[in-house]
């Protein structure tokens, strides 16, 4: 997948581009998108919060600005291209629109800790506010005008499945309680009391230094301690108690779940979405494409040089290289909401990790009644 600066050096490169050296220009504005503007106390915005939360001292390198300069750049010129798009479509995002998406944002905060929260991290509220339209712009656009035109063949999930088998196969998992406290003693009567029907937060009430857990693992992540003590329990045993890092525990096994491989059924979900994403990203990068063929884009003469002095580096057009070819099919499609320049990357394939929640590793304080209390 291109990175944000190669898809900025390709559209200085495959559009038509021209400094913006008239004194005539606007103040702060760093380039245009088909006469509509974009400012540099934007793209300073963007650079902000992409290192909000860091906590190094922040002292880049020329080079390193450049990069992250380029990288939001691309991200503007490209917002700017879907937001003319939806203006052309009749779908812009109305005030209606912008204000509900707001207050729900916001009644996840208590009264007035929103306007808090902006002036504690020195974020204007207007330039929020015009980033949030954004953010709603972009996912308006993929969801109205990107994937209306795609549909996905039950023919075509079926081929992906079968020739992605691996990928639905479900290893074997135990699910189980761990008990674990600091002595063997409180362990032990905790059993007792788990064994009399009792739940977790009442043992845990009577017994405070106590802690019950249900766990749903897959054997082959399972320490060897843990996999040895359930290795030939049957369902509603316990183990014997073990001693790790001066702590003890001991496990009762709640169920066994074979390994298997997810029927046509139960993957279709998963491979609709893995075909789903592949295709948007596809169709992206032809929507981009062909605007990038007629778009009239001008960059500040001062980002000129900088990315002139980085194109020096490059390899010419002669050396087959991308610079002067038009965008291809693995440009970056922006994430749904692409406030601070984030990429996003697609799945190629499914992957184990990718199964349904219920079929994850999970981490439960639920008790399973237990059928004895050994």
Known sequence: MLRATRLLMA??????????????????VIAMVNGRPIHLNQLEYKYDIMYLDSTDDLNPTVNQLRTDYGTILSD??????????????????????????????RKDYPEGAFEEI???????????????KARISIEKFLQQVLRPSIKIDYTEADSYYRSHLSDFY??????????????RE?????????????AAAD????????????????????????????ANLEPGEASSVLTEESKFHRLILVERSPAKVLDPTQAYPLVEQVLLDQKMRDAFNAWLARKLEVATI????????????????????????????????????????PIVGEEQEYPDQMVPDQIPADEDDDLESIPVPAKNGS
């Open 76 to 105: 503007l010129i490209i917002q700017e291209l879907i937001i003319q798009e939806l203006a052309d479509r009749g779908l812009e995002v109305t005030d209606e629109e912008l204000n509900k998406a707001e207050d729900s944002v």
């Open 170 to 183: 479900l290893p074997s998992r135990l699910k189980f309680l761990i008990i674990t406290g600091p002595s």
């Open 11 to 28: 559209l200085l490169a495959s559009i038509i581009v021209t400094a913006c050296s008239s004194d005539r220009s606007e103040p702060g």
């Open 118 to 132: 902006l002036v504690e991290e020195y974020i204007d509220i207007s330039f929020w506010r015009k980033e949030f």
């Open 298 to 337: 001008t960059i500040s003469k001062h980002l000129l040089e900088q990315v002139e002095d980085e194109q020096d580096d490059q390899p010419s057009q002669d050396e087959g290289e991308f610079m002067g070819e038009p965008l291809e099919a693995d440009a970056e499609m922006p994430a749904e909401a």
């Open 203 to 230: 043992i845990a009430a009577k017994l405070k230094e106590v802690e019950v857990r249900q766990l749903r693992m897959r054997e082959d992540r399972l320490p060897a301690s843990w996999l040895n003590a359930l």
């Open 186 to 198: 409180l362990v032990l009567k905790a059993t007792q009391l788990f064994s009399k029907g009792e």
